[in-house]
């Protein structure tokens, strides 16, 4: 398996710029999450959806952030415009649907190292 | 709403040694719960999970934890750190609130000295 594969890997912007992050989870999984790592906050959960629908985006910091999932292997994020605080290390997660009484664990890409300048 | 406590923020020990991080969850109904670790530039990989049945789960590379309930604690344990286990360690959380998302701590960063 190729597991979740996310693009850019590194990406060094300017104040003000748009950015756009691309994610594809493993094939066959429901949930797709979106995470945040930073020195400051440390892991944060931004947006998941499941099936592509979005179900939940209370951690999406403001209007400036947005995510799409328009199909079941593809999903972005997107910083319009782009702040130098935004800059941190971005994570594409995806898991199966969890059965009664289980949660499958989730599975993590390598993340997005942006710097906002 | 949940949240995770990891109350050693950086551990340094040496080869051989043995390895307790503390995590402690705050929700009082049913939960699942996992370690990961963070390799330096790597992505996050899971050690071990609980769900439920014997609290004491055993993970690869000789880590295990031990869930007490009433402690709400799922610490995680090795006998006999290597020098390759120098990463950083998260606990995390799932509860059954039908959010489908983790609640993870704030990290242990463990560094091994040879």
């Known amino acids: 398996d190729a597991g979740v594969i996310q693009s850019p890997r590194h990406e060094v912007t300017e104040m003000g710029q748009e950015v756009t992050l691309r994610c594809k989870p493993i094939?066959?999984?429901?949930?797709l999450f979106w995470y945040r790592q930073t020195m400051m906050r440390g892991l944060e959960l931004l947006i998941y959806?499941?099936?592509?629908?979005?179900?939940?985006d209370s951690g999406m910091p403001e209007d400036r952030f947005s995510a799409k999932m328009p199909n079941a292997s593809f999903s972005t994020l997107k910083i319009q415009p782009s702040e130098p605080r935004d800059s941190a290390v971005y994570f594409c997660?995806?898991?199966?649907?969890?059965?009664?009484?289980?949660?499958?664990?989730?599975?993590f890409g390598p993340g997005t190292r942006l710097t906002v300048l | 709403a949940q949240s995770v406590s990891q109350h050693n923020h950086h551990v340094i020990l040496s080869e051989a040694a043995s390895l307790e991080l503390g995590c402690n969850y705050s929700?009082?109904?049913?939960?699942?719960l996992f370690w990961y670790v963070q390799y330096p530039g790597q992505h996050l990989q899971l050690l071990l999970k609980?769900?439920?049945?014997?609290?004491l789960v055993k993970g690869i590379k000789g880590f295990e934890a031990e869930f007490i309930k009433s402690k709400f604690s799922f610490n995680l344990r090795k006998p006999s750190v290597q020098w390759s286990d120098t990463a950083e360690y998260f606990c995390?959380?799932?509860?059954?609130?039908?959010?489908?998302?983790?609640?993870f701590g704030s990290g242990t960063r463990l560094q091994v000295q040879p």
């Open positions: 929700y009082g109904g049913t939960v699942n």
């Open positions: 997660a995806s898991s199966l649907r969890a059965a009664a009484g289980k949660y499958y664990e989730q599975f």
């Open positions: 995390a959380v799932n509860a059954y609130t039908g959010r489908r998302a983790l609640t």
């Open positions: 094939s066959g999984h429901d949930y």
């Open positions: 959806f499941n099936n592509n629908v979005p179900i939940d």
């Open positions: 609980y769900f439920s049945g014997d609290p």
